[in-house]
């Protein structure tokens, strides 16, 4: 019990190194440990705080002028992963479009900066769920974006609203008779 | 036929140079313990270097055999296995699931190669030496077993592309990473329900061995014993 | 509890920087513009060179986008880059044909390695303290640019020295061209493990100074006169490669392979026959097979032409080498002698190979010699399955060796004012009797280019780091490997991750800054300029097939990774130097007394560190030795009797001490090494080498005698004698079981 109490204490390292600099943002090793046991609960029950955007991107707007889900998410048909695209593509046409919204603003403002926008993940697997999911495929084998994400012509601020559970993967895969191995995607 | 997986391995050829051993930490982000965990035998080396020496000095020889995970048909660690993580996958191989395993270490415990490997801890890789780490392969958390699958990420990567390419997987397209870096060519992978293939060539040979196969675990990986020099015959 | 400990049993208490699961951009690191357009997931491969050993393989690296914690503008953040995160041979590349060494493999932990030096360093404390501090690379530059001008216009006597590894191509020609234009410089290149000895006796010999490529895919008998072969020496991979196809490559046959030397190594593992031969007696071994081959007209004896007639008394049948004569003074029985000559000259191609230890006795040069005559007569020197010669051109000796520069620094005979340190660390890998610590303590100004603190850089006044390899452009020509010319190139893989600078390119603008001769020398204003303007040239001579001019030609070099002749070229050995007399046998002298140093010292090449300077990265660490399966660790090699007459189990830590120093490893007790003979690895023992390799283990170099190979003046690295002694209880840490297959102790079940 003892160690339990003091291993629920524990928080955070100290702001200040022994030498008095102040200490860098992140820690010197990488590791899949969770960062606090509060991390862990929440990933073990699957608890994912809804995200905040760091500007309130509405893809109802971009659809709705005629872009295309791969004019922005580049390579999706290609590997595994979909591309959140960097501040540099976004203002190929914001520089000239749009350019007195305050989100606008904001975007030329990181651009100025030098950063790139800090996108929070919506759609992605827990760590420990150890998945290995392949856009590629699913997309030559025609599966619309939809199917997983939703219709995004009706969403502004992206959210999560297709749950990726095992179940949803496997349900469909029954149905298009794909590869139903464990390692498909486990590995 | 679906595919079998399986790889032979020529003794004769092979000389212990653990090639394989560094390509495989490299390829399946396998994390280093530390001089203190591997003191207890905790080193996580899924391709190893078996060597055995013969004879006393001055009449010595040494035999090298690379051991690796022998993907058994007739595996020993899956039946012992109470959440399903080791099991027999449709191409052949024993997979290991990391989200299924719960850590009571049965599998390896049945295992007569010692080819499993536990994490006991979280593996640490001191930055920013995680930036070599392959996205293509997970990382293993606290309490999970792994071991190899005959880099089972590039049989995905490799039977993926073919299909998007639209043509029918060629012998020794796919190359797990000991194969592909062995220096003397001593390893060979492929399709064994396949007979043209190079490994089921190999297979047949009149060396051919396999690792403990009288324990009945149907190892798909054979060993082709090392031969001797037939030439004094003819001088 | 540690916090280590802690870290790793379940949470990490930590800062959740750049944790995606919290969803809070106010939580994380800022995040950088990507410099690249990537596409996340999809990986490029692009060609490099591994630059971890001489043998120059092509590498086809994996790139893949991932985020890096970077340092902009001195704040932190990450940063979308390609990273290089595999490695593998270059199918297309002449000398590794697409296989890799496990020192290639691990060449990533370089450019990760926690402990590399992210930005220029200024000394603050003492020398040797450890104490630096950041400066910018303008500040840094100027720093080198003001000494070094001072050195030009002063009149003293005060002098620039260059220490660096052997090097080839366009960055030798940068270093010695910048040393050469101030006055008496001097230009050192050290390596421990050198191919001196062997590059002497082929120009000898053969008319070329250079080591020789093995055809061995072809041979049907290989003898090896304890060249490590398929580990560390000459060209592993190219050689690998031959002894696979050697073995198994071609349908119904299969060669020979004897490896003659007094410890079993790796290579030695892999022979049909492992004999042992006494230390330094190699020369002889192979004078004696000659005589037999010679005797027993299997062939004339004027079939070895010139390099049989360096050796005395090659013409009258070397009859003071018959087996009978000779067996006892070099521990080989007669009849097996007969029957190896026998053996070899009946199965024709047969090649002779010697390297390591055998060219590293006193007498290394005659060996070396004996050898190449055996070759000769065996006729293999340029022909399919035989031994032959690059078409490179011979590289120039270098002005200095390390240790007769250590003497004259020491002794005050030349003033070096400054010393700037490449690619080199000689205060580990040399004996400790030559001084260089001393030497370099005499030196008012040092500078160092290398990524990391050694025990070498540790003593410098200003550090300009380097790129690691995969960062840098990248070019060779290997001297060894294949017959085809081969001049390699690549560019960088992927961005620096940290504010380094390539070293030709700091070189090229302290020249440009300095002015006068140097800047007249080096009209290039980066590397890669130069290595373009080198390539131009290689088009003009080359031409091409494929490519229309120039600036096409190096395109393609750079996709593929070099360019290399489509054809084979053996170049026809002519006679070497007739350099005055005939050299006569001489028996290998040691440094000790027998009776006080009862044992012959074997330092050898490490399979994972080679010569020590890739002990700092981790996965070679882990990685079980070959042969011992030791990790973590440094341990001494003694025979089973040995080890029971002077009461040492294994795991026992003894102290093994020579007429120059003392060290302490734990004992391993092998019956691949004959009773008198005591064996160590070279690479473990550093003192100061990032937290992965400090202070772990012994170094063998430091025991060891200045004595000299005889006629090339190079280290004598094996002929030091040592006396052993247990002293209490050792640490082993071995991954590998019993050395049998069948342990005695389960033999009674």
Same mark, same amino acid.
């Given at each position: 019990?003892?160690?339990?109490?003091?291993?629920?204490?524990?928080?955070?390292?100290?702001?200040?190194?022994?030498?008095?600099?102040?200490?860098?943002?992140?820690?010197?090793?990488?590791?899949?440990?969770?960062?606090?046991?509060?991390?862990?609960?929440?990933?073990?029950?699957?608890?994912?705080?809804?995200?905040?955007?760091?500007? $309130?991107?509405?893809?109802? !707007?971009?659809?709705?002028?005629?872009?295309?889900?791969?004019?922005?998410?580049?390579?999706?048909?290609?590997?595994?992963?979909?591309?959140?695209?960097?501040?540099?593509?976004?203002?190929?046409?914001?520089?000239?479009?749009?350019?007195?919204?305050?989100?606008?603003?904001?975007?030329?403002?990181?651009?100025?900066?030098?950063?790139?926008?800090?996108?929070?993940?919506?759609?992605?697997?827990?760590?420990?769920?150890?998945?290995?999911?392949?856009?590629?495929?699913?997309?030559?084998?025609?599966?619309?974006?939809?199917?997983?994400?939703?219709?995004?012509?009706?969403? &502004?601020?992206?959210?999560?609203?297709?749950?990726?559970?095992?179940?949803?993967?496997?349900?469909?895969?029954?149905?298009?008779?794909?590869?139903?191995?464990?390692?498909?995607?486990?590995? | 036929?679906?595919?079998?997986?399986?790889?032979?391995?020529?003794?004769?050829?092979?000389?212990?140079?653990?090639?394989?051993?560094?390509?495989?930490?490299? %390829?399946? +982000?396998?994390?280093?313990?530390?001089?203190?965990?591997?003191?207890? =035998?905790? $080193?996580?080396?899924?391709?190893?270097?078996?060597?055995?020496?013969?004879?006393?000095?001055?009449?010595?020889?040494?035999?090298?055999?690379?051991?690796?995970?022998?993907?058994?048909?007739?595996?020993?660690?899956?039946?012992?296995?109470?959440?399903?993580?080791?099991?027999?996958?449709?191409?052949?191989?024993?997979?290991?699931?990391?989200?299924?395993?719960?850590?009571?270490?049965?599998?390896? +415990?049945?295992?007569?190669?010692?080819?499993?490997?536990?994490?006991?801890?979280?593996?640490?890789?001191?930055?920013?030496?995680?930036?070599?780490?392959?996205?293509?392969?997970?990382?293993?958390?606290?309490?999970?077993?792994?071991?190899?699958?005959?880099?089972?990420?590039? #049989?995905?990567? =490799?039977?993926?592309?073919?299909?998007?390419?639209?043509?029918?997987?060629?012998?020794?397209? #796919?190359?797990?990473?000991?194969?592909?870096?062995?220096?003397?060519?001593?390893?060979?992978?492929?399709?064994?329900?396949?007979? %043209?293939?190079?490994?089921?060539?190999?297979?047949?040979?009149?060396?051919?061995?396999?690792?403990?196969?009288?324990?009945?675990?149907?190892?798909?990986?054979?060993?082709?014993?090392? @031969?001797?020099?037939?030439?004094? %015959?003819?001088? | 509890?540690?916090?280590?400990?802690?870290?790793?049993?379940?949470?990490?208490?930590?800062?959740?920087?750049?944790?995606?699961?919290?969803?809070?951009? @106010?939580?994380?690191?800022?995040?950088?513009?990507?410099?690249?357009?990537?596409?996340?997931?999809?990986?490029?491969?692009?060609?490099?060179?591994?630059?971890?050993?001489?043998?120059?393989?092509?590498? *086809?690296?994996?790139?893949?986008?991932?985020?890096?914690?970077?340092?902009?503008?001195?704040?932190?953040?990450?940063?979308?880059?390609?990273?290089?995160?595999?490695?593998?041979?270059?199918?297309?590349?002449?000398?590794?044909?697409?296989?890799?060494?496990?020192?290639?493999?691990?060449?990533?932990?370089?450019?990760?390695?926690?402990?590399?030096?992210?930005?220029?360093?200024?000394?603050?404390?003492?020398?040797?303290?450890?104490?630096?501090?950041?400066?910018?690379?303008?500040?840094?530059?100027?720093?080198?640019?003001?000494?070094?001008?001072?050195?030009?216009?002063?009149?003293?006597?005060?002098?620039?020295?260059?220490?660096?590894?052997?090097?080839?191509?366009?960055?030798?020609? #940068?270093?010695?061209?910048?040393?050469?234009?101030?006055?008496?410089?001097?230009?050192?290149?050290?390596?421990?493990?050198?191919?001196?000895?062997?590059?002497?006796? +082929?120009?000898?010999?053969?008319?070329?100074?250079?080591?020789?490529?093995?055809?061995?895919?072809?041979?049907?008998?290989?003898?090896?006169?304890?060249?490590?072969?398929?580990? &560390?020496?000459?060209?592993?991979?190219?050689?690998?490669?031959?002894?696979?196809?050697?073995?198994?490559?071609?349908?119904?046959?299969?060669?020979?392979?004897?490896?003659?030397?007094?410890?079993?190594?790796?290579?030695?593992?892999?022979?049909?026959?492992?004999?042992?031969?006494?230390?330094?007696?190699?020369?002889?071994?192979?004078? *004696?097979?000659?005589?037999?081959?010679?005797?027993?007209?299997?062939?004339?004896?004027?079939?070895?032409?010139?390099?049989?007639?360096?050796?005395?008394?090659?013409?009258?049948?070397?009859? @003071?080498?018959?087996?009978?004569?000779?067996?006892?003074?070099?521990?080989?029985?007669?009849?097996?002698?007969?029957?190896?000559?026998?053996?070899?000259?009946?199965?024709?191609?047969?090649? /002779?190979?010697?390297?390591?230890?055998?060219?590293?006795?006193?007498?290394?040069?005659?060996?070396?010699?004996?050898?190449?005559?055996? +070759?000769?007569?065996?006729?293999?020197?340029?022909?399919?399955?035989?031994?032959?010669?690059?078409?490179?051109?011979?590289?120039?000796?270098?002005? $200095?060796?390390?240790?007769?520069?250590?003497?004259?620094?020491?002794?005050?005979?030349?003033?070096?004012? !400054?010393?700037?340190?490449?690619?080199?660390?000689?205060?580990?890998?040399?004996?400790?009797?030559?001084?260089?610590?001393?030497?370099?303590?005499?030196?008012?100004?040092?500078?160092?280019?290398?990524?990391?603190?050694?025990?070498?850089?540790?003593?410098?006044?200003?550090?300009?780091?380097?790129?690691?390899?995969?960062?840098?452009?990248?070019?060779?020509?290997?001297?060894?490997?294949? =017959?085809?010319?081969?001049?390699?190139?690549?560019?960088?893989?992927?961005?620096?991750?940290?504010?380094?600078?390539?070293?030709?390119?700091?070189?090229?603008?302290?020249?440009?800054?300095?002015?006068? %001769?140097?800047?007249?020398?080096?009209?290039?204003?980066?590397?890669?300029?130069?290595?373009?303007?080198?390539?131009?040239?290689?088009?003009?001579?080359?031409?091409?097939?494929?490519?229309?001019?120039?600036?096409?030609?190096?395109?393609?070099?750079?996709?593929?990774?070099?360019?290399? *002749?489509?054809?084979?070229?053996?170049?026809?050995?002519?006679?070497?130097?007739?350099?005055? $007399?005939?050299?006569?046998?001489?028996?290998?002298?040691? @440094?000790?007394?027998?009776?006080?140093?009862?044992?012959?010292?074997?330092?050898?090449?490490?399979?994972?560190?080679?010569?020590?300077?890739?002990?700092?990265?981790?996965?070679?660490?882990?990685?079980?030795?070959?042969?011992?399966?030791?990790?973590?660790?440094?341990?001494?090699?003694?025979?089973?009797?040995?080890?029971?007459?002077?009461?040492?189990?294994?795991?026992?830590?003894?102290?093994?001490?020579?007429?120059?120093?003392?060290?302490?490893?734990?004992?391993?007790?092998?019956?691949?090494?004959?009773?008198?003979? #005591?064996?160590?690895?070279?690479?473990? =023992?550093?003192?100061?080498?990032?937290?992965?390799?400090?202070?772990?283990?012994?170094?063998?170099?430091?025991?060891?005698?200045?004595?000299?190979?005889?006629?090339?003046?190079?280290? /004598?690295?094996?002929?030091?004698?040592?006396?052993?002694?247990?002293?209490?209880?050792?640490?082993?840490?071995?991954?590998?079981?019993?050395?049998?297959?069948?342990?005695?102790?389960?033999?009674?079940?």
């Amino acid at each position: 019990m003892v160690v339990l109490g003091w291993v629920l204490k524990e928080k955070g390292l100290p702001a200040q190194r022994a030498d008095g600099s102040p200490q860098a943002a992140s820690s010197d090793v990488f590791t899949p440990a969770h960062p606090t046991i509060a991390d862990a609960i929440r990933e073990f029950f699957d608890l994912r705080p809804k995200p905040v955007q760091p500007i $309130a991107y509405t893809h109802k !707007v971009h659809l709705g002028n005629g872009m295309q889900c791969t004019d922005c998410h580049v390579g999706v048909d290609q590997g595994p992963d979909a591309r959140i695209p960097s501040v540099n593509f976004c203002m190929t046409c914001h520089q000239v479009i749009a350019t007195d919204k305050p989100e606008i603003r904001k975007l030329a403002a990181y651009r100025a900066r030098g950063e790139d926008i800090p996108w929070q993940r919506v759609y992605g697997f827990e760590p420990s769920a150890h998945v290995k999911f392949n856009h590629a495929p699913h997309i030559r084998a025609g599966v619309d974006c939809s199917v997983c994400h939703g219709d995004m012509r009706q969403q &502004t601020v992206a959210e999560r609203k297709v749950d990726h559970t095992m179940g949803f993967c496997i349900a469909c895969h029954q149905q298009k008779n794909a590869p139903l191995d464990c390692v498909t995607c486990h590995f | 036929m679906a595919r079998q997986w399986g790889m032979a391995i020529d003794l004769d050829r092979c000389t212990g140079c653990e090639a394989c051993v560094v390509a495989c930490h490299a %390829e399946n +982000n396998i994390s280093t313990v530390g001089e203190e965990q591997a003191a207890i =035998g905790r $080193a996580k080396h899924w391709i190893r270097v078996e060597r055995y020496y013969e004879g006393e000095f001055p009449d010595v020889t040494v035999k090298f055999m690379p051991v690796l995970c022998q993907q058994c048909d007739a595996a020993p660690c899956e039946p012992v296995c109470p959440t399903f993580a080791s099991y027999h996958t449709s191409e052949g191989l024993n997979g290991q699931v990391y989200n299924r395993c719960i850590g009571t270490r049965y599998c390896a +415990n049945a295992c007569p190669y010692t080819v499993r490997f536990f994490n006991f801890y979280n593996p640490i890789w001191e930055k920013p030496l995680q930036l070599q780490l392959n996205p293509d392969v997970s990382i293993r958390s606290v309490g999970t077993m792994e071991k190899c699958m005959f880099c089972v990420q590039r #049989i995905k990567a =490799g039977e993926i592309q073919a299909a998007a390419e639209k043509h029918e997987l060629r012998d020794g397209e #796919i190359q797990p990473a000991c194969v592909q870096s062995c220096p003397t060519r001593a390893m060979v992978f492929g399709d064994l329900s396949d007979p %043209e293939s190079e490994v089921s060539r190999w297979a047949g040979s009149s060396r051919a061995t396999k690792l403990l196969g009288e324990l009945g675990t149907r190892p798909k990986v054979t060993y082709l014993q090392r @031969d001797s020099w037939h030439g004094s %015959e003819d001088a | 509890m540690e916090r280590r400990d802690f870290l790793k049993i379940s949470a990490a208490a930590g800062a959740t920087a750049a944790l995606e699961g919290c969803g809070n951009p @106010d939580h994380q690191l800022i995040r950088f513009v990507p410099e690249e357009d990537l596409i996340p997931g999809l990986a490029t491969w692009k060609p490099s060179i591994c630059t971890l050993c001489p043998a120059g393989c092509g590498l *086809s690296v994996r790139v893949m986008p991932g985020d890096a914690e970077v340092v902009r503008k001195g704040q932190l953040g990450l940063l979308k880059m390609g990273l290089a995160k595999k490695l593998e041979g270059n199918p297309a590349h002449p000398i590794n044909r697409g296989k890799l060494c496990p020192r290639g493999q691990a060449g990533l932990q370089v450019t990760y390695h926690p402990d590399r030096l992210k930005g220029p360093l200024v000394r603050t404390g003492r020398r040797g303290s450890g104490q630096f501090r950041e400066v910018s690379w303008d500040d840094a530059i100027q720093q080198l640019v003001s000494h070094l001008s001072d050195l030009q216009e002063s009149k003293s006597e005060g002098r620039l020295a260059f220490v660096t590894a052997p090097l080839r191509g366009q960055r030798k020609m #940068i270093i010695d061209t910048f040393a050469a234009s101030f006055k008496r410089s001097m230009a050192v290149e050290f390596a421990f493990f050198d191919d001196s000895v062997i590059r002497s006796a +082929n120009a000898a010999s053969f008319g070329h100074a250079l080591p020789p490529t093995v055809d061995m895919g072809e041979s049907n008998y290989v003898i090896s006169f304890g060249a490590d072969f398929l580990g &560390t020496w000459n060209s592993p991979v190219a050689q690998s490669l031959g002894f696979g196809q050697m073995r198994k490559g071609r349908p119904g046959e299969r060669g020979k392979f004897v490896q003659f030397e007094p410890r079993i190594s790796q290579t030695g593992a892999s022979a049909d026959e492992w004999i042992p031969v006494e230390p330094g007696a190699e020369g002889m071994l192979a004078l *004696s097979l000659a005589h037999v081959i010679i005797a027993e007209k299997q062939r004339p004896a004027a079939a070895a032409g010139h390099a049989g007639s360096l050796v005395e008394g090659w013409s009258q049948g070397l009859t @003071d080498f018959a087996p009978e004569k000779i067996a006892a003074q070099i521990g080989v029985k007669p009849e097996t002698i007969r029957r190896i000559a026998r053996e070899a000259a009946a199965h024709d191609p047969a090649v /002779a190979l010697i390297g390591d230890a055998a060219v590293a006795h006193t007498n290394g040069l005659f060996n070396a010699l004996a050898v190449n005559a055996l +070759n000769a007569l065996l006729g293999s020197v340029g022909k399919p399955g035989g031994v032959l010669f690059g078409p490179v051109p011979a590289a120039k000796q270098p002005a $200095a060796s390390l240790e007769s520069w250590a003497a004259q620094v020491n002794s005050g005979a030349a003033a070096v004012e !400054v010393l700037l340190l490449y690619n080199a660390n000689p205060v580990f890998a040399a004996p400790a009797v030559w001084g260089v610590h001393a030497a370099l303590d005499k030196i008012p100004f040092i500078a160092s280019f290398g990524s990391f603190i050694d025990e070498t850089s540790a003593l410098a006044d200003l550090i300009l780091p380097d790129h690691s390899a995969l960062e840098s452009w990248l070019e060779d020509t290997p001297v060894s490997g294949s =017959g085809k010319v081969v001049v390699s190139v690549a560019p960088p893989t992927m961005n620096p991750l940290h504010n380094t600078r390539a070293m030709p390119d700091v070189l090229l603008e302290v020249a440009h800054r300095l002015g006068g %001769e140097s800047a007249k020398a080096l009209p290039w204003k980066t590397y890669d300029e130069a290595i373009q303007a080198s390539f131009a040239a290689l088009y003009k001579e080359m031409g091409s097939k494929t490519a229309k001019d120039a600036e096409e030609f190096w395109k393609k070099a750079q996709e593929q990774g070099g360019w290399w *002749s489509a054809e084979e070229s053996r170049v026809t050995p002519v006679s070497g130097s007739s350099a005055g $007399a005939a050299v006569k046998n001489s028996a290998p002298r040691f @440094d000790g007394n027998p009776s006080e140093y009862p044992y012959y010292f074997l330092p050898f090449a490490s399979q994972l560190f080679y010569d020590g300077s890739l002990a700092h990265l981790p996965w070679m660490q882990e990685a079980p030795d070959p042969l011992s399966t030791v990790m973590w660790g440094a341990w001494v090699e003694i025979n089973p009797r040995t080890a029971e007459k002077l009461a040492i189990k294994q795991g026992d830590l003894v102290e093994v001490a020579s007429p120059h120093g003392k060290l302490e490893a734990p004992a391993l007790v092998t019956p691949g090494i004959a009773p008198d003979v #005591i064996a160590m690895p070279v690479g473990q =023992g550093h003192e100061n080498f990032t937290r992965y390799a400090t202070g772990r283990g012994a170094n063998p170099i430091s025991i060891l005698s200045s004595a000299t190979v005889e006629g090339t003046g190079s280290l /004598a690295w094996a002929a030091t004698r040592v006396t052993l002694s247990s002293v209490g209880q050792g640490k082993l840490i071995l991954f590998g079981g019993s050395l049998s297959e069948n342990p005695p102790e389960l033999k009674h079940r």
